[in-house]
């Protein structure tokens, strides 16, 4: 078997094994940091005073279990070592669709080919992102984004799953080492 044609079959194979091995969040952390001296946490005040979205209660509730975990507590004062701030990103990606056939052959000169106007559609998401602040520095310590896309489309149930996993994942190796 030719080797071009080798490659063009092993190419999916070796595609889908690397989008495995990704990871469904990003996470950034600055260094030299004691991320051992943070006991409690708070969380930012809405800037905007408007109400609470359920998207963001159910990430607030999220991350006060996450946090719970990771040995910290949820502060009743203003003395607090770590501010916690999320937000739900909003974005948007264009997507193409339309007929398209393509075929191709050389040496002998064989080519077929086919297509039809392509047609665009936005599709909208979320993309959730959590921030600690040191209060003493009022510095962002620590960032994680999710790669994940949370959609309208989404049942409660399915959000809510969604939420809880991507918290998860993005608290799986806090504190840094």
Known sequence: MPRFI???????????LLVG??????????????YSQFHTYEFAENANKTATSLDAARVKD?????????????????KT?????YYIQAESELQSYGTSVGFG????????????????RENRYGKLIVELIQNTSNQVIWRSTSQRKLTDEMTPQSRITF?????HEMFKTYPPQ
């Not at 490659?7 to 889908?16: A, C, D, E, W």
């Not at 991350?63 to 203003?78: E, H, S």
């Open 6 to 16: 080798k490659m063009f079959i092993g190419m999916p194979f070796f595609s889908l």
């Open 105 to 120: 052959y050389g040496a002998s000169n064989v080519g077929v080919g086919f297509s039809s106007p392509t047609r665009y």
């Open 21 to 34: 091995c990704s990871s469904d969040v990003s996470t950034d952390f600055k260094e030299n940091v004691n």
């Open 163 to 167: 939420i809880d996993e991507q918290i």
């Open 81 to 85: 070592d770590l501010t916690v701030k």
């Open 62 to 78: 999220a991350l006060n279990y996450q946090l719970t975990n990771k040995g910290l507590k949820l502060g009743t004062d203003k």
